[in-house]
């Protein structure tokens, strides 16, 4: 098997142990949905950029071109600043958060008021 088709080894998608819960259950298992959703989102995003640019280029495209299309320097570096666009975007929330308890960290108590350590 080339690189190419070389399929990589299954993660355990449970891990072990007990999770932390940072505020409660249902805001965790949401936060968690979100940034699953917005990774997805980022991947349809760079794939998406691929078959515009191989589209560009004309003719019919086969699925072997999207896989095995090679980015150029220039490339990598424009969907790099999107998507760190995209992340500020959705985390906006987060980060105002951080940066208010980086300021005053007296705010840190309010933010995780009622917060456990562990389920």
Do not use: C
């Not at 505020?23 to 980022?42: G, H, K, P, Q, W």
């Amino acid at each position: 098997m080339n690189d190419q088709t070389q399929i990589a080894p299954r993660m355990q998608r449970t891990p072990k142990g007990k999770k932390p819960v940072y505020f409660d259950e249902t805001i965790d298992r949401l936060l968690s949905m979100i940034v699953a959703l917005t990774a997805e989102v980022a991947v349809l995003r760079s794939r998406l950029d691929t078959v515009e640019q191989l589209s560009e280029k004309g003719g019919a495209l086969k699925q072997l071109e999207i896989d095995t299309f090679e980015l150029t320097p220039e490339d990598v570096a424009r969907r790099a600043a999107w998507t760190e666009a995209y992340l500020g975007r959705v985390m906006k929330g987060v980060a105002d958060d951080i940066e208010r308890m980086s300021d005053n960290p007296a705010d840190a108590s309010d933010l995780f008021e009622g917060a456990h350590t562990l389920s």
